[in-house]
C-alpha cells in the first residue's frame, strides 16, 4: 500500500547511511583539496620529513617499509599530490569528529581511521606500467627478462579491509580525479564501519548459537548417561 511504501521511504532516508551521503552531497561540505601543501596535518608534515630520505624502488615507487609515515605506493613525481589528497582526506575526516592515525606492525606502517569505534585502513597507489625489453640478441639457454616501468601519475584510494559489500577502491579517470572523489570516500567509510559492525555482530550471534548448541549437546549426554546409570542400577 502507498503508505506503506511512504513508510520504508522514509525510513531508508532517515538511516545513518543516507544521512551520510546528503551531508557529503551538500555544497558547503564539499573538500577542497589545496593546491600548494600549506599547514600540513601533522601526520602529513612528519610524512614530508621521512619521505625526503626515501629510495625508489625498481617499479619506480618510493620505498617506505621501515617508516611511520602515511600508507602510499606512488613515484616521486606523485608525492606532492598524494600529500595534498591525505591532508584534505585527514582534515575533513576530523572535521566530522573521526580519528586518523599510523599503525606499524612488522615494518609495514597503516594510515588507519577510526570511525564509529572501527578502524579501516586506507592507503593511496599510484599505477605503474611495466614494458618487456626485447633481448638486444636471440637468448641462448637462460636469461633474466628485463622491464621498463612508466609512472602514470594516475592515483587510486583504497580501503585495506576486504570482504565488507562497499566499494573499497576510487581511481582517477578521463571525467573525474580523486580530487572530486573525497567527499564519497569519507561516506563509504562510514557504510564500512556499520559493515564491520554488522560482521562482528554476526559473528558474536553464530558464536552464541555454537556454545548454547554446545551447552545443550552436553546436557543431553549428561542426561543420557544418568539413564544408563539408572538402567545399570536397576537390572
Keep these: 500500500s502507498a503508505p506503506k511504501e511512504q513508510a520504508v ?4 532516508d532517515d538511516s545513518p547511511a543516507s544521512v551520510r551521503r546528503r551531508f557529503e552531497a551538500a555544497p558547503e561540505n564539499r573538500i577542497v583539496v589545496p593546491a600548494v601543501l600549506e599547514h600540513p596535518h601533522v601526520l602529513v608534515a612528519s610524512s614530508v620529513v621521512l619521505l625526503r630520505k626515501a629510495k625508489v624502488d625498481e617499479d619506480l615507487r618510493l ?3 621501515g617508516m611511520k609515515c602515511v600508507a602510499l605506493k606512488v613515484s616521486l613525481s606523485a608525492v606532492d599530490r598524494a600529500l595534498r589528497l591525505y591532508d584534505a582526506l585527514f582534515k575533513a575526516l576530523e ?4 580519528r586518523v592515525e599510523l599503525v606499524t606492525k612488522d615494518s609495514e606502517t597503516t594510515t588507519v581511521v577510526h570511525v564509529d569505534g572501527e578502524k579501516i585502513g586506507i592507503g593511496i597507489h599510484e599505477h605503474v606500467t611495466r614494458t618487456e625489453v626485447p633481448p638486444l640478441k636471440p637468448p641462448t639457454g637462460w636469461y633474466s627478462k628485463r622491464y621498463v616501468w612508466e609512472a602514470t601519475g594516475r592515483l587510486a584510494v583504497i580501503l585495506t579491509e576486504p570482504y565488507l559489500n562497499v566499494r573499497g577502491k576510487w581511481s582517477d579517470g578521463s571525467k573525474q580525479h580523486l580530487e572530486q572523489m573525497l567527499n564519497d570516500i569519507i561516506a563509504v567509510l562510514g557504510d564500512a564501519a556499520d559493515a564491520m559492525k554488522a560482521r562482528r555482530e554476526a559473528h558474536e550471534r553464530a558464536e552464541r548459537d555454537r556454545q548454547a ?3 545443550k549437546r552436553r546436557e543431553a549426554e549428561e542426561r543420557a548417561k544418568r539413564e544408563r546409570a ?6
Excluded: P, S, W, Y
Excluded at 572535521?95 to 573521526?98: E, F, K, P, S, T
Design 9 to 12: 521511504q522514509q525510513a531508508e
Design 63 to 65: 620505498r617506505t617499509r
Design 95 to 98: 572535521a566530522r569528529g573521526h
Design 213 to 215: 548448541e554446545e551447552t
Design 230 to 235: 539408572k538402567v545399570r542400577a536397576l537390572r
